[in-house]
T-cell receptor, first 111, second 114 residues
């Protein structure tokens, strides 16, 4: 059973701090990784994708992938109250290319 | 460029009825995936279509079915509705089915079964 695990939170950080969101997955043949943000009552919005080991930066967001340890993380620098949302980790597997989502981590950024 | 469009946005149905939901992907996108989202189960994969063919299917009963048309628009159907089918149904489109293709979600259809 392929699984994607996230701490459900809530994770609370003060405004301006770095928020660190983590995700672990169970299958070593996973190849593609995605982070989505979902505001309450809205649909998921793609933030970033990462396919190879290392860091990928996009504005205030940095995705980190470590395939040997089977984890992917998302760092949000200079967190803003508008970043308060649920962050979903998604893993796309070979062998059918099915995408599995984690349950999401709720982030609260306190002003 | 228009995003993914799902209709209707809200739906209330009675147990035992059937329902059809529609999804129009981003122009040029040929892959459509459907997900069910509930507070307890999170985002659960239903099925994926590419070029009118079902490529993947999740672990849902046969009451859940779908199809894709030649213009890439997709529909999903749920027959004999149960109370537990109440959920947000999300459609995501991507240009292809490869590992590195990104998927973009529509606004969803909120289905309530009473």
């Amino acid at each position: 059973q392929k699984e994607v695990e996230q701490n459900s939170g809530p994770l609370s950080v003060p405004e301006g701090a770095i928020a660190s969101l983590n995700c672990t997955y169970s299958d070593r043949v996973s190849q593609s990784f995605f982070w989505y943000r979902q505001y309450s009552g809205k649909s998921p919005e793609l933030i970033m994708s990462i396919y190879s080991n290392g860091d990928k930066e996009d504005g205030r967001f940095t995705a980190q992938l470590n395939k040997a340890s089977q984890y992917v993380s998302l760092l949000i620098r200079d967190s803003q109250p508008s970043d308060s949302a649920t962050y979903l980790c998604a893993v796309k597997y070979t062998g059918g290319f099915k995408t599995i989502f984690g349950a999401g981590t709720r982030l609260f950024v306190k002003a | 460029k228009a995003g993914v469009t799902q209709t209707p946005r809200y739906l209330i149905k009675t147990r035992g009825q059937q329902v059809t939901l529609s999804c129009s992907p981003i122009s040029g996108h040929r892959s459509v995936s459907w997900y069910q989202q509930t507070p307890g189960q999170g985002l659960q994969f239903l099925f994926e279509y590419f070029s009118e063919t079902q490529r993947n299917k999740g672990n849902f009963p046969g009451r859940f079915s779908g199809r894709q048309f030649s213009n890439s628009r997709s529909e999903m159907n749920v027959s004999t509705l149960e109370l537990g089918d109440s959920a947000l149904y999300l459609c995501a489109s991507s240009w292809g089915t490869g590992l590195n293709t990104e998927a973009f979600f529509g606004q969803g259809t909120r289905l309530t079964v009473v």
